[in-house]
Nanobody, 125 residues
Framework: QLQFVESGGGLVQPGGSLSLSCAAS????????IGWFRRAPGKEREGVSC????????YYGDPVKGRFTISRDNHKDTVTLQMHNLQPEDTGVYYC??????????????????WGRGIQVTVSS
């Protein structure tokens, strides 16, 4: 059965760092783009970062460029999001997702096939 296990969230002070992990099972991981999305309080879900299936290319939303780094390990079926210099506006529920696509990542939420349950990230002093 398809499953995502998201871990690494929690509470951190502004300027701090967290590392989110998404461990996948139940589908052929290497053929899917893997992305992280987030939903801030009172806002719609938005894309944070993704890594493509074929070339391992990475993409980042403007608010996190230069601060977040995404990587994937196809042997371990795992994606990691390293988050640095976190700010209060980064607070939200972060979701791991998978998309069957041979290149790139779709910016449209409806294109993504599978979703994790989400994990809370809170940035506060």
């Amino acid at each position: 059965q398809l499953q995502f296990v998201e871990s690494g969230g929690g509470l951190v002070q502004p300027g701090g760092s967290l590392s989110l992990s998404c461990a996948a099972s139940g589908f052929t991981f290497k053929y899917y783009a893997i992305g992280w999305f987030r939903r801030a309080p009172g806002k719609e879900r938005e894309g944070v970062s993704c890594v493509s299936s074929t070339d391992g290319l990475t993409y980042y939303g403007d608010p996190v460029k230069g601060r977040f780094t995404i990587s994937r390990d196809n042997h371990k079926d795992t994606v990691t999001l390293q988050m640095h210099n976190l700010q209060p506006e980064d607070t939200g529920v972060y979701y791991c997702a998978a998309e069957s696509r041979i290149e790139g990542c779709s910016p449209r939420l409806d294109d993504w096939d599978y979703w994790g349950r989400g994990i809370q990230v809170t940035v506060s002093s």
